[in-house]
């Protein structure tokens, strides 16, 4: 029986995805770094603003930070209730989230790798996809509050398996991301409209999520609307990479399009999205994308 649900980080996504929580459960605790946000999210929302003492005390402890090392830095100051479950949503690392589950399972805590994709449209329409690792049972038990804010929810394998769908997925987005930028500054080299030509591949077998939204809503228009930093793509790709690495793979484009991501990322501004990315083939070609 589920009575007290918990949320830890209250970032882009954290914040839109615990709003959704009163809306099923009474007892909603939020705890965040900055405390004011969460004072903040209470007044909003119906939720609790909490010390992180009674926070990791919820039945199921939800999670959301920048890192897998800011996960285990926060467990290393706390003492979790037997017989709870922490749900990390955190795009995080899959050996650390073994290495996690396994320290906690020591305590009677289950522990689940349950990152989320949708950007923060689909935080604030409940609509997330949620890729999980971890122990079926635990996955079950848990799955009526994810629901709360995801709409496909899978597990996807064990401790672990979340992080890594999560990796290699993000890691597609960026190969796209690189492949169409060099597409279109093609085209555009060439006289082409780009809008016009936009739909019409959008019509045809080259589409994809970035033609399809990225392009025209963040690129084209040069609107580059803040909701997943690039900095954040950087690092899950290099997560993929490492993946690529730990199974003793060949994977040239994933390795190619992360050192692009990166390169891009470390040359941009502060609180770039990851769309602007595009700017780095721009500063190569002297062609806007627009």
């Known amino acids: 029986m589920i009575q007290t649900v918990a949320f830890i980080g209250l970032g882009a996504m954290g914040y839109r995805m615990a709003s959704h929580l009163p ?3 009474e007892h909603v605790w939020v705890w965040n770094r900055n405390f004011d946000k969460a004072k903040q999210h209470a007044e909003a929302y119906g939720t609790q603003a ?16 920048p890192t897998s090392q800011d996960i285990e830095d926060l467990l290393a100051q706390v003492e979790l209730k037997a017989g709870s479950i922490w749900v990390d949503c955190t795009s995080g690392v899959p050996s650390s989230a073994k290495k996690v589950a396994e320290q906690l399972k020591q ?21 997330l996809t949620v890729m999980i690792g971890g122990d079926k049972a635990a996955f079950e038990r848990a799955l009526p509050v994810i629901q709360a804010f995801g709409k496909l929810i899978k597990h ?22 690189c492949a169409v930028a060099e597409g279109f500054t093609t085209l555009k080299a060439h006289g082409v409209n780009l809008n016009e030509a936009l739909d019409c591949i959008n019509a045809s077998s080259g589409k994809s999520g970035v033609t399809e939204t ?7 228009n040069r609107s580059f609307p803040l909701t997943f930093a690039l900095p ?15 199974a003793k793979l060949s994977a040239p484009v994933i390795g190619l399009a992360q050192s692009l991501i990166q390169t891009a990322s470390d040359l941009s501004e502060a609180d770039s999205d990851f769309s602007s990315a595009v700017k780095l083939y721009e500063s190569w070609s002297k062609i806007t994308l627009e």
């Open 156 to 177: 996807v394998g064990e401790s672990g398996a979340g992080f890594a769908v999560k990796a290699v997925n993000n890691m597609l987005l960026a190969v796209n991301l």
């Open 50 to 65: 909490v010390e992180l003492a009674q926070a990791v005390q919820a039945d199921v402890v939800f999670s959301c930070l």
């Open 214 to 220: 990225v392009l025209p809503q963040r690129i084209l």
């Open 107 to 127: 305590h009677g805590v289950d522990f689940l790798d349950a990152p989320v994709s949708g950007q923060t449209i689909g935080a604030d329409n409940a609509t």
């Open 23 to 25: 809306k099923h459960f």
């Open 232 to 246: 954040l793509l950087a690092k899950d790709t290099g997560i993929a990479v490492d993946l690529v690495r730990e």
